[in-house]
């Protein structure tokens, strides 16, 4: 992994997000650097989507700084929020595909709000990412009815790839996909991520995915990160949540499960 400690992608810094008078992010900082896949992870309803949708603009915040690729987005203009934003992917939990587009089309969303080019080109393009993710090009023309929770998964992660981003948002990827298409699909993200040199933002509950891809994880606790760093680390930490999450059963199993190559991915974790 090419970490760059001098240039984050992404940086936050002291981000406050209330709803009424659940105050659910409290002057939480975060950095993630070019090429790293960064797992974060905290109890449910600690406020992991809301910062994801804080950072790409979908939930408002009430104080605190959100600079992509150094470029703090509060200050740039409608012209340079559209160039930033177009360096951004986004594969949300449940796919989000339009279900009355067909695959091609719904990859080809982005590109027709974001640049002029044309059909013929858009779908070399399309099929381009297709093949990127792992999809056979007869699905090009089915409708997300048509597809398994798999193929959903792809599609829409194909649709994220669209525009060539360099920052890629995945919230809960491997959520309903058996332990083998969730292997195959961390298979699919670390490849990207290392041959694209892609920053990965991953929202997520899959121990197996945090031990076979992520480099670093985030610990999300009392609206501010507890703590990020390599898995070996976090494990260590000295908190109830962090002990009973990764020291529970099912994290020894996903453990296990990595040394044996029974079902995961065989990546390694850079510490
Ligand atoms: N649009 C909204 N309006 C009001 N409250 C919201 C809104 N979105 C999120 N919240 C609240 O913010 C808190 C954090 O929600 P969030 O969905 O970010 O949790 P999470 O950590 O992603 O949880 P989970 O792991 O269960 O998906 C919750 O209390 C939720 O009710």
Not at 18 to 27: A, T
Not at 107 to 112: F, L, N, S, T, V
Not at 157 to 162: E, P, S, V, W, Y
């Amino acid at each position: 992994m090419a970490v760059e400690p001098k240039n984050p992608v992404l940086s936050v810094r002291d981000i406050h997000v209330s709803f009424g008078p659940n105050h659910v992010l409290k002057g939480l900082d975060l950095d993630a650097y070019r090429g790293e896949i960064i797992g974060f992870v905290g109890g449910s309803g600690t406020g992991k989507s809301v910062l994801m949708r804080t950072i790409l603009g979908l939930c408002q915040k009430q104080a605190g700084t959100i600079k992509l690729f150094g470029l703090d987005y509060d200050q740039l203009d409608d012209e340079q929020r559209s160039a930033t934003d177009r360096r951004t992917g986004v594969l949300f939990q449940h796919g989000a595909l339009f279900s009355a587009l067909t695959v091609k089309e719904n990859i080809q969303m982005p590109m027709r709000e974001y640049l002029s080019l044309s059909q013929t080109l858009m779908d070399e393009l399309a099929a381009m990412k297709l093949s990127l993710v792992g999809l056979p090009m007869d699905a090009t023309d089915k409708y997300p009815s048509e597809l398994s929770g798999g193929m959903i998964k792809r599609a829409s992660l194909a649709r994220a790839l669209a525009l060539d981003p360099e920052l890629l948002f995945l919230d809960e990827p491997t959520s309903g996909l058996d332990p083998i298409g969730a292997a195959e699909f961390d298979e699919l993200t670390v490849s990207l991520s290392r041959t694209l040199g892609l920053t990965v933002f991953m929202v997520t509950h899959d121990l197996g995915s945090l031990h076979a891809i992520c480099d670093r994880i985030a610990v999300l606790k009392d609206g501010k990160v507890l703590a990020i760093d390599t898995l070996e680390r976090i494990e260590k930490l000295d908190d109830p949540w962090v002990r009973s999450y990764f020291g529970g059963q099912r994290a020894i199993s996903a453990q296990h499960a990595l040394r044996t190559g029974s079902g995961m991915v065989n990546a390694r974790i850079e510490g």
